[in-house]
């Protein structure tokens, strides 16, 4: 069930039993020579996606432009400020407890994001944390799950790629985009099959270091099969993980 | 083409003969007993991929939670406030300029966007104009497009809905998402065929006002084949202006 | 009466039988050869201290820098940041809801300014409608109207200047600041009678299109009489206006 | 001179000889049972309007709203957050910058402003000093300057209220409007000719402590004679004052 | 007591009996060539610390970094801008509030933050004043104390040095460091042994007027013994003022 | 070698052979029955200035109140927002790059902080990253390292304490502010020897969760010679650590 292909009184409906939400979060910005712009947010939104239809549960729309400074180097990365991602995280997050949501369960395609997230989970309690005599008003809950830490799907990766899954721009989630985008699967040349890996400074630093925008990955790996299997393992993790984070 | 199905060397590429791209903006929020959540981003998303595809040019991910504070009193609205749509949108615009882009068009789904988004417009632009000494840096070019006001586009609503058009939850926005969402079409009884009209305020007294969350519109007329045409005479138009305008 | 004029116990006495007041608001920017750079400022202030004498009700001091971003590359503009504009126009209602206001009408005298205007009034109900239970609380309305809006005065500057009138520096609002500021009255060689008109991008670019400031208008035109009779047709309406507003 | 009555083309003028610019700020807050609550943005107003006649000098609109938060518990009195009127001083300052003004001499009406003041140009300076390498960028300078401490104006209100000056709606200030504004002159009863004394802390608490809202002072004594003393002290003063300041 | 030397239970039982605190401020900046980066935050920090063991009173850990934009052209100077330092005093005192305590007392050791420290007790009390309704709930108090304006301290400094005390690397506050650090006494040539006065502007201009930073003082001045003198009449008066203080 | 005890010549001085600095950063937050409140700030401050004596680099004053919102329910507990914490690194940050700093090692003694930390580096490289052109000017890096991450220290930790370390309030921490502060060793009853596990929410959450504020651990197994050990084994890696990191 996704909010934005139902009504208010759908949502109305909704919560007369269930008083919990899953975000989908990703990021827009450079995966290599072959990796997609949207990865980190499309590979998200259709997990969730899958996971809500099967689960019966609501999906937000995806937030879909992140923590990406240090990729600035790689023309089409987008990025907010992280003061600015705090503040529309804790917009979207106080306009659902003002209809009643009590648990967001946030799931990320980023790992870049990750630091921001909880930053703004501090942010969105804050408000009511720092007022005494707050106590008895229904209290939110935030939840960040990256989906490649959904049960099974790390041991999945390492299966599937046990040589060359790296850090940026990975063959498991360019499987994932190729299974679920074939009319946007892409080639190109590598000179390197493994890209080199190390630290992460600022935006031009990383781009001389990383010049094709990759670490430690070998994206040729990717395939269609694994996305479809990687896929597959998170939604049904997922669909157990949310259903106790709802009732918790 | 969609520049988070892109890699980033293609974005590098396409810079090379263009300098323009297309940011679709909408919004999240009620649009009555039949309306869709999503209406005002799904609407500009679709109209602008459809586009793109056909006159070759780039087109962003999605804004899709925008300016709806006074639709908060119906549940699943979700709303930045002004003052975080203006920071996030000079996030989008200053990530755009960083890549050397120069023209960015913003095809908007939501009349109560335009205030907030002509407002980030001065915002982005302040930082360099009151810099004395910046006149030799090329300049950003940001313009804001209603689809609904794209050429030919609201003579085609005045002749598909003379009577029950109305302001919010419109016969022709309703149109547009059944066509492009069948599997998402919404039914319910409607006790007043036509909607109140007058003024908004808070969103406490907008449901009040108005009840079942349209304003002055009769959604029973909307149909797929409205949405049809309605999507084929923006998209023409907007292939038309965008050349115009990443020319200009 | 003028709030700046009052004292404080007046103003308790005013709240007993009114919870409405009007606050002018302008900008300082360049008006062409000819125009006063604190035109839209003036005008607001001097129609809205006219109809609080006759209407018997109070006006605020005037709000006299507003959002003039395009017009930097002239000197004397000042501008604020929409943000800052946004808060400050924040500051200024919350200390009125303080007292017990309920309506603010802001009287305007800058096109410019509507949109950040709008996104301030929805920054101002932000606060009061995210939250669950605020509903029992009085709620506050505002209002933006243009001075030139008013009933009448459109059709007065339609048969005035029937050719020349633009879109900038242009004679009516000249006409306007001849007619309250004899000792203020310039000239100029002009030796393009009416401006050119087009798009307004950035600062700079606004400089280049318009190299004197006035856009598509005639200031030669303006006279104090022509001014005489459109502060008078606008004081009259706005004290109509007003009486509705505050019993609405 | 002042500069919301001049042209563009006048301040391009007067920028050939003097890069210096006197800006009246004030606050609009209680001021007693007769003081009003424009006080102190009408004194620095005026008394820099006629130096700046006298002096040929140029003067801005008025910030006419500053920090009254303590006063907030007497209806009318209007304020800014510290952080807003700090964003907005900037905001000022940045925009007669650009034009090429480097000497801002902000003439003050009330000692509530003068910690947030100094606080703001710390935060104007702020920007350039932390930048390595903006040493040959020409400097702003920004000097606070309260009226009542202009050379002479002191001495003269000892001499003419040795007692019953006060800290709060003092005879001096209240003098100087009953002659700019002789229609604004009030009455009321004091059953207590001089008012308490003591700290300030918030605004509920200010209202106990001091229940008509003066500090300390006998407005009973103002008058009108002493008020155009006053002005003229001071707008002689400030002539000379601001020569030095431009010239420094 | 220290705060940060103490557990919560026994910061619980001191609320029982006391709702006071005092929290040390200073700057960390340029002190001229002999004068420690860290004097004014470690003379507050250890004044408050022993006053503190001998009134039995609780003390904060020190705000450390305040406003010292105009030392900036000198290494080691640390300055937050005045907006940073209002959010994080708000943060610090709603903390404390949060807690049950009624009374801050801020012990501060640089006569650059007191502007800003100011306007940031505005900006805690802004919240609830402007609030209608709040008279009820307890009220902070924040009090800001210069040591060097202790009861006794100032006619102890013109009595050590009657001549060379200056205003900025004064030999007062040298003297408590060497007092406090005698680790950490530095020595230099002092060609000219009473600095320059005069005004201060932004940082560059800063360090051309004071090329060593100080300002009228002479640090040669400068001993140990002045300072164990300064210090215990200071700790003696901040006793008695605390106490004052926290019956209020 | 410490900044605060050092002087502007000192450090300028430093700056010619060394561009490195370390910031030790922590928290002000509960700690349990027989925690103090400063542990986190405590054990990094003397981390670091021990290995600077040590290893004769630069150590920068302490940033002692960070990220404790989840604590806020147990007295003495201060926290910044995420935002406020943002913004002072980054004026921290800006401050030392102003002044030719291009490494900045911030020694971390609380895992709450991590998160906002690595949001406020991606804020303070923001800036830079975001402008076309910057790429010549001097990069800042900056690097957080937790103290008990530092090479050898947990492996010294899992040695000592094999049972009972836990999350927070942990007796590793506790052994540590032992050692360092003798004079303030607490003691407390611990009905239940090993606290509660569990996930964080808000601070009232919090508290009902783990209502003497541990998580997990057994601070009765602190001791003095436990904290030598920490402590030298962390001041011996973070000697070589940081010269790598100074050299990079």
């Not at 659902?96 to 630091?115: D, M």
Request: glycine share 10%; hydrophobic share 40%.
């Amino acid at each position: 069930m996704q909010l934005h292909l139902s009504t208010w009184p759908e949502i109305e409906s909704y919560l007369q039993h269930s008083k919990a939400i899953l975000v989908p979060i990703g990021s827009t910005e450079q995966h290599g020579p072959i990796g997609l712009l949207g990865t980190d947010a499309l590979c998200s939104e259709e997990i969730a996606r899958r996971a809500g239809e099967e689960g019966g549960f609501l999906v937000a729309p995806t937030f879909n432009v992140g923590q990406a400074q240090h990729h600035l180097a790689f023309p089409g990365t987008l990025t907010l400020r992280p003061s600015t991602m705090i503040a529309a995280m804790t917009d979207w997050a106080n306009s659902l407890r003002r209809h009643g949501f009590e648990r967001i369960y946030w799931l990320n395609g980023h790992g870049g994001n990750v630091a921001t997230m909880n930053a703004a989970f501090a942010e969105i309690q804050h408000g009511s944390s720092i007022n005494p005599g707050h106590e008895n008003s229904p209290t939110l809950r935030c939840s960040l799950r990256n989906w490649w830490e959904l049960a099974g799907v790390s041991e999945t990766i390492r299966e599937l790629f046990p040589v060359g899954e790296g850090n940026h721009a990975t063959p498991s989630e360019i499987s994932v985009t190729q299974y679920l985008f074939p009319q946007a699967v892409k080639y190109a040349d590598f000179p390197v099959r493994i890209a080199p890996s190390g630290p992460i400074f600022d935006a031009e630093d990383f781009r001389r270091r990383y010049p094709d925008g990759r670490i430690g990955s070998d994206p040729t790996l990717a395939n269609p099969a694994a996305g479809k299997r990687l896929v597959e393992t998170a939604v049904h993790s997922l669909v157990r993980e949310f259903r106790n984070f709802a009732g918790a």
